[in-house]
T-cell receptor, first 111, second 113 residues
Framework: EDQVTQSPEALRLQEGESSSLNCSYT??????LFWYRQDPGKGPEFLFT???AGEEKEKERLKATLTKKESFLHITAPKPEDSATYLC????????????FGKGTTLSVSS | DGGITQSPKYLFRKEGQNVTLSCEQN?????MYWYRQDPGQGLRLIYY???????QKGDIAEGYSVSREKKESFPLTVTSAQKNPTAFYLC????????????FGSGTQLSVL
């Protein structure tokens, strides 16, 4: 059973059409939840870390939120350059423990 | 600039051959990790090392080996026992102390000839 599940697998948006990506998790002792962006053929690029339910973080058109069971990555008025795969990961236990990743959501934004 | 350097970017393996992927970091991070990524799949943990001269198996360690003789270096060997090695391999290190996140290298694409 997957500990981190992302949905949808793929999302197509028109430029300016806001939407949300979901990340649900089943780990028992969440230490942190991480969002990354990955472009094809490249390593993931860090976006956010969330630690506790109710926490929110923003960066440009992206806003991440966290509840006790899931996290959302809200994309407001996306642009074509936001097209990428967005990865969610969780960390249990102590700092430095290996992150557990979901399979990602591939976002395509057309102009 | 500080970062993680993976080499080579592309690697081809013949059947029965062992190949080694290089990972070097100048971030002074203690913990380092190897992940494997297959198309449409998430990242799966192969090995990790919290400190020099110590490492642990991840979820898919069979057919792989690592060493950690220096803080800066964490090479991964894909052995002939790994029957399906074609994948994108990512090395990462952990930044703690108030900036907690994984830094990733740019990856190595391994293919079988």
């Amino acid at each position: 059973e997957d500990q981190v599940t992302q949905s949808p697998e793929a999302l197509r948006l028109q430029e300016g059409e806001s939407s949300s990506l979901n990340c649900s998790y089943t780990v028992s002792g969440l230490r942190g939840l991480f969002w990354y962006r990955q472009d094809p053929g490249k390593g993931p690029e860090f976006l956010f870390t969330l630690y506790s339910a109710g926490e929110e973080k923003e960066k440009e058109r992206l806003k991440a939120t966290l509840t006790k069971k899931e996290s959302f990555l809200h994309i407001t008025a996306p642009k074509p350059e936001d097209s990428a795969t967005y990865l969610c990961a969780v960390q249990e236990g102590q700092a430095g423990t290996a992150l557990i990743f979901g399979k990602g959501t591939t976002l395509s934004v057309s102009s | 600039d500080g970062g993680i350097t993976q080499s080579p970017k592309y690697l081809f393996r013949k059947e029965g051959q062992n190949v080694t992927l290089s990972c070097e970091q100048n971030l002074n991070h203690d913990a380092m990790y190897w992940y494997r990524q297959d198309p449409g799949q998430g990242l799966r943990l192969i090995y990790y090392s919290q400190i020099v001269n110590d490492f642990q198996k991840g979820d898919i360690a069979e057919g792989y080996s690592v060493s950690r003789e220096k803080k800066e270096s964490f090479p991964l060997t894909v052995t002939s026992a790994q029957k399906n090695p074609t994948a994108f391999y990512l090395c990462a290190s952990w930044a703690g102390q108030g900036s907690e996140k994984l830094f990733f290298g740019s990856g190595t694409q391994l293919s079988v000839l």
